[in-house]
């Protein structure tokens, strides 16, 4: 297994997450999508740190960190979400546009 | 790898996460009627740490956590102002807390996290430590933007804060991630290194260069990453778009000041059209929208974006003088954007109205806030004897040293154009006559502590204006350790001036 055969399943993910982000039109899908993007830097990170900077531990770490700021990025948006629902019975953001100009 | 660290200079974080907590725990003790008494805990607490501060780590320079960390008169500059901003957030927010929001004591709390965060932006030397800290901020900002509970704009701006916010973040941890590989460090300074090594630009580092700027240029509010900005200011809680145009751009330049001087100056090439690029945009396009809004947080809301693009002529012009001019440009926004704002909280708190023909007749019904409101807003078109003329001659001249001649003229004509809209909101205070009906001609009260914020920001545009050697001595100091003895590459530019 070569680096760039991890580097294009990464960039995938990611073109894949951005897809998601730019199309999707459901609140909980949009974070969904943002997620594959978090996971496919997650991938990269591993990835360098094993084929370009064997010993330390750099990306390990900021692996680490990226699933911890991750979990706390959704509870923080599906709190929020939550809310919007509440407010008007949907998670459509196309629905949210009461602000415009 | 040496890992003595001098935790004692973390102080002051230390102190303010304390004062965090400290005001979420005695939130549970004080009965609903005296939460006034968390506001005021809140402000001289921070108040009483920037006294602190000050002394305790005037001439220290030093770099915890093997770089991780850095502790120079650059972080303790961005440290006092991020406390400064918000004291001023907290008691600009006292009344409008008072009269329309729930759970103050989070409220408060929750400001001084995000205080905690724009300090440790301004003190990462290290990508993942900076991208922490922004998250911090972000998080913060997410949750303010929709303290309204009740109102169904507040509820839209942070789903959309927090949507646009959480898909810039992974492109910025995109990027972040590339530059590592391409680079085989995160540290800023070894990243330097790294790049007047490299000899040819591959493209991971290209690549990973453009996904940290649009991840940072959302964060900013550059065009074309500006979206959010208007939808989030205009449903935001009053005081709480005055903390996300003033703080979150002042914490994240501070970041992004070290990130590009410190770290990706030696790529100086593939950068510098990208964001003198960018800054061009932004001044244009944030001032010429900003002529057909007819909200005027929405207006401020363009307004601030503008002045994003005036800021990034610090970055792309890359000297000494740059990064004075930006910081000290950095230092009057806040006043005049905080002057401005304040200002427009009182009278939505008196009259629950915020669209620009509302304010007809505000002169007569209230002298001092169309003064205060007058004052900031002809510091931001960059008049003289105002704090806007002087930061924006020290940017602007910054820019047209570096060869970017053209860059400072599209400011200058934005400048000009931003003049047009202010001077319409001006005109409706001054010139229009109050509505007769619905109670138009009635005075607007304004309570004597929102006064004094309003009074001290607009007499603080006037001093930097007339008087800003005292600032300019510190941001000096700032630059110098930001640039260091040992950033050569920036240092040589600038003699040959």
Same mark, same amino acid.
């Given at each position: 297994m070569e680096l760039y055969h991890v580097e294009l399943l990464s960039a995938a993910l990611f073109a894949i997450g951005v897809y998601g982000v730019l199309a999707r039109r459901n609140a909980v899908m949009v974070l969904m999508a943002v997620e594959l993007m978090l996971n496919a830097a997650t991938i990269n990170a591993v990835a360098y740190a094993a084929f370009l900077d064997p010993g330390r531990l750099v990306g390990q770490v900021i692996t680490v960190f990226i699933i911890t700021v991750a979990a706390a990025e959704v509870g923080l948006a599906m709190a929020i979400i939550l809310r919007l629902y509440r407010v008007r019975a949907t998670a459509n953001v196309d629905e949210a546009d009461e602000m415009k100009g | 790898m040496t890992m003595d660290v001098r935790f004692e200079l973390l102080m002051p974080e230390f102190l303010v996460a304390g004062l965090a907590f400290l005001v979420f725990t005695l939130d549970f003790f004080i009965r609903p009627v005296r939460k006034d008494i968390l506001a005021w805990v809140s402000a001289a607490g921070l108040a009483v740490i920037i006294a602190f501060t000050v002394p305790y780590l005037l001439n220290e320079h030093d770099s915890l956590f093997d770089g991780l960390y850095r502790v120079d008169s650059y972080a303790l500059f961005f440290k006092v102002l991020s406390m400064g901003i918000g004291i001023a957030v907290i008691l600009g927010s006292l009344h409008f807390v008072n009269q329309r929001l729930t759970h103050p004591g989070e409220y408060y709390a929750i400001i001084i996290v995000s205080v905690l965060a724009m300090m440790m932006m301004a003190a990462s030397g290290e990508l993942l430590t900076a991208y922490l800290s922004l998250e911090l901020l972000s998080f913060c900002l997410y949750i303010l933007s929709g303290f309204a509970l009740q109102d169904r704009r507040s509820n839209e701006a942070s789903v959309k804060y927090v949507l646009l916010g959480a898909f810039s973040s992974g492109l910025l941890l995109y990027g972040i991630v590339l530059l590592y590989g391409a680079l085989g460090t995160t540290h800023f300074a070894e990243m330097a290194t790294a790049l007047e090594g490299a000899g040819s630009v591959e493209g991971r580092l290209l690549v990973g260069l453009a996904l940290v700027v649009a991840g940072l240029g959302f964060k900013l509010a550059a065009v074309p990453f500006h979206m959010w900005a208007p939808d989030v200011y205009q449903g935001a809680p009053m005081p709480i778009t005055a903390y996300i145009a003033v703080g979150s751009k002042a914490a994240a330049f501070a970041l992004v000041l070290r990130l590009f001087y410190e770290g990706l100056a030696p790529a100086y090439d593939q950068w510098q059209m990208l964001i003198a690029g960018m800054a061009a945009l932004t001044m244009i396009f944030g001032n010429v929208v900003a002529?057909?809004?007819?909200n005027v947080k929405r207006m401020l809301a363009y307004s601030s974006v503008g002045q994003v693009g005036f800021l990034l002529m610090g970055i792309a012009a890359l000297s000494p003088l740059a990064s004075n001019g930006l910081m000290v440009h950095l230092v009057g926004y806040s006043l005049t954007n905080f002057a401005v704002f304040f200002a427009i909280t009182a009278f939505y708190n008196a009259t629950g109205k915020d669209d620009i023909?509302? #304010?007809?007749g505000l002169a007569g019904r209230s002298p001092f806030l169309a003064a205060a409101i007058t004052i900031g807003l002809f510091s931001l078109a960059g008049?003289? #004897?105002?704090a806007g003329f002087v930061t924006k001659f020290y940017l602007f001249s910054a820019a047209a040293a570096e060869d970017l001649l053209w860059l400072a003229g599209v400011a200058m004509f934005a400048s000009l154009i931003s003049l047009y809209y202010y001077l319409q909101l001006i005109r409706q205070m001054y010139i229009e006559k109050a509505p007769e009906d619905e109670g138009g001609s009635v005075a607007v009260a304004t309570p004597a502590v929102l006064t004094a914020v309003i009074g001290a920001m607009a007499l603080g545009v006037v001093l930097l204006g007339v008087y800003p050697d005292p600032v300019m001595a510190a941001i000096e100091d700032a630059t110098a350790s930001l640039l260091g003895t040992d950033n050569a590459w920036i240092t040589l530019g600038a003699a040959g001036q």
């Amino acid at each position: 297994m070569e680096l760039y055969h991890v580097e294009l399943l990464s960039a995938a993910l990611f073109a894949i997450g951005v897809y998601g982000v730019l199309a999707r039109r459901n609140a909980v899908m949009v974070l969904m999508a943002v997620e594959l993007m978090l996971n496919a830097a997650t991938i990269n990170a591993v990835a360098y740190a094993a084929f370009l900077d064997p010993g330390r531990l750099v990306g390990q770490v900021i692996t680490v960190f990226i699933i911890t700021v991750a979990a706390a990025e959704v509870g923080l948006a599906m709190a929020i979400i939550l809310r919007l629902y509440r407010v008007r019975a949907t998670a459509n953001v196309d629905e949210a546009d009461e602000m415009k100009g | 790898m040496t890992m003595d660290v001098r935790f004692e200079l973390l102080m002051p974080e230390f102190l303010v996460a304390g004062l965090a907590f400290l005001v979420f725990t005695l939130d549970f003790f004080i009965r609903p009627v005296r939460k006034d008494i968390l506001a005021w805990v809140s402000a001289a607490g921070l108040a009483v740490i920037i006294a602190f501060t000050v002394p305790y780590l005037l001439n220290e320079h030093d770099s915890l956590f093997d770089g991780l960390y850095r502790v120079d008169s650059y972080a303790l500059f961005f440290k006092v102002l991020s406390m400064g901003i918000g004291i001023a957030v907290i008691l600009g927010s006292l009344h409008f807390v008072n009269q329309r929001l729930t759970h103050p004591g989070e409220y408060y709390a929750i400001i001084i996290v995000s205080v905690l965060a724009m300090m440790m932006m301004a003190a990462s030397g290290e990508l993942l430590t900076a991208y922490l800290s922004l998250e911090l901020l972000s998080f913060c900002l997410y949750i303010l933007s929709g303290f309204a509970l009740q109102d169904r704009r507040s509820n839209e701006a942070s789903v959309k804060y927090v949507l646009l916010g959480a898909f810039s973040s992974g492109l910025l941890l995109y990027g972040i991630v590339l530059l590592y590989g391409a680079l085989g460090t995160t540290h800023f300074a070894e990243m330097a290194t790294a790049l007047e090594g490299a000899g040819s630009v591959e493209g991971r580092l290209l690549v990973g260069l453009a996904l940290v700027v649009a991840g940072l240029g959302f964060k900013l509010a550059a065009v074309p990453f500006h979206m959010w900005a208007p939808d989030v200011y205009q449903g935001a809680p009053m005081p709480i778009t005055a903390y996300i145009a003033v703080g979150s751009k002042a914490a994240a330049f501070a970041l992004v000041l070290r990130l590009f001087y410190e770290g990706l100056a030696p790529a100086y090439d593939q950068w510098q059209m990208l964001i003198a690029g960018m800054a061009a945009l932004t001044m244009i396009f944030g001032n010429v929208v900003a002529i057909v809004q007819t909200n005027v947080k929405r207006m401020l809301a363009y307004s601030s974006v503008g002045q994003v693009g005036f800021l990034l002529m610090g970055i792309a012009a890359l000297s000494p003088l740059a990064s004075n001019g930006l910081m000290v440009h950095l230092v009057g926004y806040s006043l005049t954007n905080f002057a401005v704002f304040f200002a427009i909280t009182a009278f939505y708190n008196a009259t629950g109205k915020d669209d620009i023909p509302d #304010f007809a007749g505000l002169a007569g019904r209230s002298p001092f806030l169309a003064a205060a409101i007058t004052i900031g807003l002809f510091s931001l078109a960059g008049l003289p #004897f105002l704090a806007g003329f002087v930061t924006k001659f020290y940017l602007f001249s910054a820019a047209a040293a570096e060869d970017l001649l053209w860059l400072a003229g599209v400011a200058m004509f934005a400048s000009l154009i931003s003049l047009y809209y202010y001077l319409q909101l001006i005109r409706q205070m001054y010139i229009e006559k109050a509505p007769e009906d619905e109670g138009g001609s009635v005075a607007v009260a304004t309570p004597a502590v929102l006064t004094a914020v309003i009074g001290a920001m607009a007499l603080g545009v006037v001093l930097l204006g007339v008087y800003p050697d005292p600032v300019m001595a510190a941001i000096e100091d700032a630059t110098a350790s930001l640039l260091g003895t040992d950033n050569a590459w920036i240092t040589l530019g600038a003699a040959g001036q």
